[in-house]
C-alpha cells in the first residue's frame, strides 16, 4: 500500500512557474509509475502527465506539454510536477495518484491518491 503526501501548489500570476510535490510512503515506490490529474471547479478530472517506475515513459497532455515536467526520485520516494508559463486555464485542484505497473493516463486505473493541492492562476 501506499499512502501520497502532496506539497507545493498556491496562487500565482499568469506566466510565473510552480513546483508540485508528492511523496509517498512505502518501500515498493519505484513499483508504480506515478501520474498527476488535475480537476476545475465543475468539470471532470484530467490527465496532466504520466511517469514510468524507473523514469522513464514520460508522457503529457497536450494541453501541458513543452510547460510542464513531471519527473521522480524514487530515493526519496518523491515525484514532482514542475509548472512554467501558467496560464489562467491551469486553475484547478491537482492531484497526484499511483499504479502499480505501466505509467497511464487512464484515471480510473489508478489506485492510490493524493489529498490535492490546490493551484490558482489569476491573469
Known amino acids: 500500500q501506499l499512502q501520497l503526501v502532496q506539497s507545493g501548489g498556491g496562487s500565482v500570476q499568469a506566466g510565473d512557474s510552480l513546483r508540485l510535490s508528492c511523496t509517498a510512503s512505502g518501500r515498493t515506490f519505484s513499483a508504480y509509475a506515478m501520474g498527476w490529474f488535475r480537476q476545475a471547479p465543475g468539470k471532470e478530472r484530467t490527465f496532466v502527465a504520466t511517469i514510468g517506475g524507473d523514469g522513464g515513459g514520460t508522457y503529457y497532455a497536450d494541453s501541458v506539454k513543452g510547460r510542464f515536467t513531471m519527473s521522480r526520485d524514487n530515493a526519496e520516494n518523491r515525484v514532482y510536477l514542475q509548472m512554467s508559463s501558467l496560464k489562467p486555464e491551469d486553475t484547478a485542484v491537482y492531484y497526484c495518484?499511483?499504479?502499480?505497473?505501466?505509467?497511464?493516463?487512464?484515471?480510473?486505473?489508478?489506485?492510490?491518491w493524493g489529498q490535492g493541492t490546490q493551484v490558482t492562476v489569476s491573469s
Open positions: 495518484a499511483a499504479v502499480k505497473g505501466t505509467a497511464t493516463a487512464q484515471h480510473l486505473l489508478y489506485d492510490y
